[in-house]
C-alpha cells in the first residue's frame, strides 16, 4: 500500500474510533437520563413515559464491537452537498456539538450510496466502501463516480460481504442492498407491495430492511400502532431475530401465524383433508352464515319494573332496533351492545317525558342489565364465543350441513365433522387449522386491533384463511408480502399472488420479481432450476452472479461412510454446516453421526428461509416422497447452500433432476 493509502486508511480508522466513542457518549447521556427521569418529570405517568422512553434509547445505542459503526462513505462535488463528506452506517452518530460523525443508511442524504451511478451520480464524486475484520478496518475502495469509474458487483469488498459464511443468525445487508432492493425497501409506508423472489435473492432481508426504514421515516406513528414481522415458523425467527435490533430498532413484534391467532392450546390433529377444507376461504361463509343466524325477532313486548314504575316497548320498537344495528354491518359482540344501548335509550325517554328530568348514569346502568333487557338480548342476539360456536358446529351435522349448504360438498361436511366429539368446547382437543377458523368467528364477533405495517415472509405457503387471519391486523395499515410461488409447500399454498393479495385486503398491491441472486452459488441455482418445470407455477427461473461455489452429486451404496466424509470435508471450511434430510430419516443419522457444534441435522420441513455455507442432502427421492408437494420442498431444501451443496444417494434421483 502506498504512503497516501496508508495515510487515508489512518484517518478512517481514526473517525471510526471516535465515532465509537461519540457513540458511548450518546449512550451514557442516555443512561444518566433513564437513572433520573422520575426527578425531573412533573408527574408520575410522565415520568413512566420518559422511563420507558430512555429505556429504549439506551437499547438503541448500543454498540457491536465486532460490528462495523460505518461501512461507506460519499464524497459530494457538486449539488447542495458539495464540498462536504458523510459516513453511512447503522445508526446515525453525533460529535459533542450535534454534528453528524455517521449518517444513518435510511436518512435521505444516505440514499446515493445505493442509487447513485455513472450515469446519474447525484452529486456525487466519489463513493468509498470499507472492508472490515471483526469491526476494524482492513482496507476501503474508492468508485469515481465523477470520472466514469463504477464497480458495481465487480467490487472486492461488495462481493467478500455478500459471500461472507454463514454463522449465526441472520445478518443485516445495509452494506451490500443493490439499487433495486433499496427501491423497495424505501418504499412509502401507505404502499402494500409483494416481492417474488428467487432463492438468495435477498427477500427477507428487504423486508426487513424496509420495517427498519419505515420506522426511522414514520417513528411515532408506527411506535403507536406497531409493525409486526410474521415468519413460518420459530426457527426461522430465531434466524432472522438479530436484524433488526443491529439497525437499533428494537420494537418489532415477531411472530408466525400460529401464535398469533393462539387462543387455546392445540392438541388434536387433523387429517390432511379436513385441514384442506378448513384452510379454504369458503369456510369464511359458512361461519359468517353460524354467526348470523343467531340473530332473531322479537316476539313479544317488554316490561322493565323500575321502583313503582312499570316501563314498556312494544314489539314493533323493538323490531326497528334489532333491524337497525343488523343494517349496520358492526361486528356482532358490537351489534349486541348497539342494541342493548338502544333498548335504554327508548327506556330513558320514557324516564324523562313521565319524571321531567334525566335519571343518573347509574339508573342507565342498571336498566341495561336489567332482567327483561337480558333476556331479550339473549333471545334475539344472543352472546357468542368462538369456541362454543365452533364446537356446535363441528359436532352437529345438521347445524354444519344448514350453514355448509351450497358451500361445502357432503364429502368435505364429513370431513370437518369431528367423528368422536367432545361434549364441550373445553374438552375439545382443538387442531391448529381450528385456530385459524376461531379466529375468524373472533373477527365477526368484534374488531381487532391493526398493525401500522406488516411483514409477511415465505408468504406463498399462506392459506386463504390464515391470509384473512392477517387482514384483520392490517386493515387500516400497509403490508410487505415477501415470498416464492415455487418454495410454496403447504397443501393449500398459493399458486398467483394476486388471490393471496385479495385475501390480504390488498388488491392491486404491484407484485415486484427478484430474479438475480447474491447468496446462492450459479451451480446451485442452475441444479435447482432443474426442478421448476415440474413445480407448475408461473414465476422466472432464478439467475446468480456468484461463480464460485461447489456442487457435488455422489450416488453411494454406504449412505453411513460417505456422509461421515463430506461432513469432516464441509469442517475443513469457514462457515457453518447443515445436513438435511426427509423428517423420518432425521434421528436415525443423529445416532450414527458424530457432531460438533458447527453441523446441523435438520429436517426438511422447517429448513425453509435459512441458510447454511455447505448443505449436504441426504436422499432427495425421500424428501420428495414424504409429501404431496415433495418436489416444491426439495427446491427449498437445494436452495439452502450458499457456498457448497453435496447431494449424496442410494435411492435413484428424482426425474427433474436427471
Not at 427446491?635 to 453435496?646: H, W
Request: aromatic share 4%; charged share 30%.
Amino acid at each position: 500500500m502506498s504512503a497516501d493509502l496508508e495515510v487515508e486508511l489512518t484517518a478512517e480508522r481514526q473517525h471510526l474510533s471516535a465515532s465509537r466513542s461519540a457513540l458511548r457518549r450518546m449512550r451514557e447521556h442516555a443512561e444518566a437520563l433513564f437513572a433520573t427521569g422520575d426527578k425531573v418529570a412533573g408527574d408520575s405517568y410522565t415520568a413512566e413515559q420518559l422511563g420507558r422512553h430512555m429505556a429504549r434509547r439506551v437499547l438503541e445505542l448500543a454498540d457491536d464491537p465486532s460490528t462495523p459503526l460505518f461501512f461507506g462513505r460519499l464524497d459530494f462535488g457538486a449539488g447542495e452537498h458539495a464540498g462536504h463528506d458523510y459516513h453511512v452506517g447503522r445508526r446515525h452518530v453525533t460529535d459533542e456539538a450535534g454534528e453528524p460523525m455517521v449518517l444513518d443508511w435510511r436518512a435521505p442524504i444516505s440514499r446515493s450510496f445505493y442509487r447513485a451511478s455513472v450515469k446519474d451520480p447525484q452529486g456525487v464524486a466519489v463513493r468509498r466502501r470499507f472492508g472490515f475484520v471483526e469491526g476494524a478496518i482492513t482496507s476501503f475502495e474508492d468508485e469515481h463516480l465523477d470520472r466514469g469509474e463504477e464497480l458495481g458487483t465487480a467490487s472486492k469488498i461488495l462481493t467478500q460481504e455478500i459471500e461472507r459464511p454463514r454463522v449465526g443468525p441472520m445478518r443485516d445487508i445495509v452494506a451490500t442492498i443493490q439499487p433495486e432492493q433499496d427501491e423497495l425497501v424505501r418504499a412509502d409506508l401507505a404502499d402494500s407491495l409483494c416481492v417474488q423472489g428467487a432463492p438468495g435473492t435477498g427477500k427477507t432481508a428487504v423486508g426487513l430492511h424496509r420495517a427498519a426504514y419505515l420506522l426511522y421515516l414514520h417513528r411515532e406513528r408506527l411506535r403507536r400502532s406497531g409493525v409486526l414481522i410474521v415468519g413460518p415458523n420459530r426457527a426461522f425467527l430465531g434466524y432472522i431475530a438479530a436484524v433488526l435490533p443491529a439497525l437499533g430498532e428494537v420494537e418489532v413484534a415477531q411472530s408466525t401465524v400460529e401464535d398469533l391467532i393462539a387462543r387455546l392450546p392445540v392438541r388434536g390433529e387433523d387429517t390432511v383433508e379436513a385441514a384442506v377444507v378448513k384452510h379454504d376461504v369458503r369456510m369464511a361463509q359458512v361461519l359468517h352464515r353460524a354467526v348470523w343466524s343467531h340473530v332473531g325477532k322479537p316476539s313479544a313486548p317488554m316490561t322493565v319494573p323500575d321502583g313503582s314504575y312499570r316501563w314498556r316497548i312494544g314489539e314493533e320498537p323493538l323490531r326497528r332496533v334489532v333491524d337497525e344495528a343488523r343494517r349496520e354491518g358492526l361486528p356482532y359482540a358490537v351489534g349486541r351492545e348497539r342494541v342493548r344501548a338502544r333498548v335504554v335509550s327508548l327506556l330513558l325517554r320514557q324516564s324523562e317525558a313521565r319524571r321531567g328530568d334525566s335519571p343518573p348514569e347509574s339508573w342507565q346502568r342498571r336498566m341495561a342489565k336489567a332482567r327483561p333487557v337480558t333476556e331479550f338480548l339473549d333471545e334475539v342476539w344472543p352472546a357468542l364465543t368462538p369456541e362454543g360456536l365452533l364446537h356446535r358446529l363441528l359436532t352437529d351435522r345438521e347445524a354444519l350441513r344448514e350453514h355448509a349448504d351450497g358451500l361445502l360438498t357432503d364429502d368435505e361436511q364429513e370431513a370437518i365433522i369431528q367423528p368422536k366429539p367432545a361434549k364441550t368446547a373445553k374438552s375439545t382437543k382443538w387442531t391448529g387449522a381450528d385456530t385459524v377458523l376461531m379466529d375468524e368467528i373472533a373477527g365477526l364477533l368484534d374488531r381487532m386491533p391493526s398493525f401500522g405495517h406488516v411483514v409477511l415472509d415465505e408468504a406463498q405457503d399462506l392459506s386463504p384463511m390464515q391470509c384473512r387471519a392477517i387482514a384483520r391486523r392490517s386493515e387500516h395499515g400497509s403490508i410487505t408480502l415477501l415470498g416464492d410461488l415455487a418454495q410454496g409447500t403447504a397443501p393449500w399454498a398459493s399458486a398467483d399472488w394476486a388471490v393471496s393479495l385479495a385475501h390480504l385486503g390488498k388488491p392491486g398491491a404491484p407484485v415486484v420479481p427478484l430474479t438475480v441472486g447474491f447468496r446462492v452459488p450459479a451451480v446451485v441455482v442452475e441444479l435447482a432450476n432443474r426442478l421448476l418445470p415440474a413445480l407448475r407455477v408461473n414465476v422466472p427461473p432464478a439467475e446468480s452472479l456468484r461463480r464460485d461455489g461447489s456442487l457435488v452429486v455422489r450416488a453411494t451404496s454406504d449412505l453411513e461412510f460417505d456422509l461421515d466424509r463430506e461432513v469432516r470435508a464441509a469442517l475443513e471450511h469457514e462457515g457453518s454446516v447443515a445436513v438435511i434430510a426427509a423428517d423420518a430419516a432425521v434421528d436415525g443419522l443423529r445416532a450414527k453421526l458424530k457432531l460438533n457444534d458447527r453441523v446441523e441435522i435438520v429436517p426438511a420441513s422447517i429448513v425453509k428461509g435459512l441458510e447454511y455455507d455447505h448443505v449436504i442432502v441426504i436422499e432427495p427421492a425421500e424428501i420428495v416422497d414424504a409429501e404431496p408437494r415433495g418436489l416444491n420442498r426439495l427446491y427449498v431444501v437445494l436452495t439452502r447452500a450458499v457456498s457448497r451443496l453435496t447431494v449424496i444417494h442410494a435411492v435413484p434421483l428424482p426425474e427433474p433432476l436427471t
